[in-house]
């Protein structure tokens, strides 16, 4: 095998929480003249929002920090930059609204209280799979950051069953949602499943 076609393993960095800002270098962005508007690539996450941590808010101590809990993914663009895997992901605020959303469903995921100073309340949700592009640009808002995110849906973020699978190989048919046993009884009368 020549140099030119060696693979090298990227290094994998575990992150306390994952912020979209650490794919690539956004202070480099912030810097480019004004009047710049191409948007830079900085890598793509992915992974599976399974709840919502609700931590003290040190811009606006009435409205809590809200972060997604679950398994999550940063994989930058630049080759020489560590893929990075959090428990607990800070997306752009446009997604990151919009996940929170599909994860509290029905009313999960709402906090129960206000957590105090230094302290996080976790709450159970809607699980969540989720895939973006993450791009930045520099920003038009004066006293900004100095860049913006763009973000772009690899796929819809997708509400899903997480017993889906399970529910289908020991039923081995659609899934039975309540589980009792005269659901069962249904599902076995109707051909599927399986008794022993």
Known sequence: MDESTKTVARKVEIVNRFQAAMLGDV????????????????????????????????QDPS?????????????????????????????????HELVIERVRGDGKGEVPKMPARGQKVDVIG??????????????????????????RAVRDPEEVDPLADLKQKLLGGPAVVAGTEHE?????AAGGGKRK
């Open 63 to 95: 409205a809590p920090s809200i972060g997604l809990t679950g398994v999550f993914e940063g994989v930058p663009i630049d080759p020489n930059r560590p893929i990075l895997r959090s428990t607990t992901a800070y997306l752009p605020k446009a997604v």
């Open 126 to 151: 809607n699980e969540v799979r989720i895939a973006f592009e993450i791009g930045a640009r520099k920003s038009k808002v004066a006293g900004g950051a100095g860049y913006e995110f763009v973000t």
């Open 27 to 58: 202070a480099a962005i912030a810097k480019l003249p004004e009047g710049s508007t191409e948007t830079h690539m900085l890598g793509i996450v992915v992974g599976i929002a399974r709840g919502l941590s609700f931590r003290t808010n040190p």
């Open 184 to 188: 069962a009884e249904k599902v076995h």
